[in-house]
Nanobody, 119 residues
Framework: VQLQASGGGVAQSGGSLRLSCVAS????????MEWYRQAPGKQRELVATITSDHRTSYVPSVKGRFTISRDNAKNTAYLQMDSLRLEDTGVYYC??????????????WGRGTLVTVSS
């Protein structure tokens, strides 16, 4: 199973970016999908979570600005980031809790995508 994150780039403060995370490979089903970020010099933090039935949760700092969604048919999660702030700068990682038939439940990580917010 592989996760491919994309959509990072440079945006101005107050602007928007949309990240995508596509899971591929021997996938039975996907439980939670999550976005994390790691700012320079800081620990990785959980930003948003979405369950298989589309329940969502967010870290308080992004509530009302970021929206996580998913397309189960495409094994894809999205992170719509609006009203970006300088402190949103960082490398964004996605992960997925995947059910692999005959194997069990495993968590996979994608490579990060860099988001830079400029003033």
């Amino acid at each position: 199973v592989q996760l491919q994150a994309s959509g990072g780039g440079v945006a101005q403060s107050g602007g928007s970016l949309r990240l995508s995370c596509v899971a591929s490979g021997n996938i039975g089903s996907i439980n939670e999908m999550e976005w994390y970020r790691q700012a320079p010099g800081k620990q990785r933090e959980l930003v948003a979570t979405i369950t298989s039935d589309h329940r969502t949760s967010y870290v308080p700092s992004v509530k009302g600005r970021f929206t996580i969604s998913r397309d189960n048919a495409k094994n894809t999660a999205y992170l719509q980031m609006d009203s970006l702030r300088l402190e949103d700068t960082g490398v964004y990682y996605c992960n997925a809790v995947v059910v692999i038939y005959g194997v069990g439940i495993r968590t996979f990580w994608g490579r990060g995508t860099l988001v830079t917010v400029s003033s």
